[in-house]
């Protein structure tokens, strides 16, 4: 027997509330509660939607610079990219640092 798992996340860069730190990432996990609050009264999920919802939901962080999202709307997966490529780079560094 298979199951198959779906899970939505937001994958975030920005800088948190704690001074002095630089650059911190983070991936949240989207709940099916989350994601109907994500949604524009259209019934639409955009990347605009998105960080309208992470203006009251992104916890730790005071700014949010950047962010990718994949979420599981019923049977599409709506996939949002980083804005900008370097966001990507600079998560991974922050997510899995090297251990020079």
């Known amino acids: 027997m ?5 899970k939505s996340f937001v994958n975030i860069i920005g800088h948190i509330w704690q001074p002095g730190i630089g650059v911190c990432a983070m991936s949240y996990p ?3 509660y989350d994601i109907e609050h994500l949604r524009y009264e259209d019934g ?3 990347r605009d939607s998105i960080e309208d919802w992470l203006t009251t939901h992104s916890g730790d962080f005071r700014q949010v610079t950047d962010f990718s999202a994949s979420i599981e709307d019923g049977e599409a997966t709506i996939d949002i990219p980083w804005r900008d490529e370097e966001s990507e780079f600079t998560y991974s560094d922050c997510m899995y ?3 020079d």
């Open 30 to 32: 989207v709940s099916l």
């Open 2 to 6: 298979k199951y198959l798992v779906r």
């Open 44 to 46: 639409a999920i955009t």
């Open 97 to 99: 640092p090297s251990e």
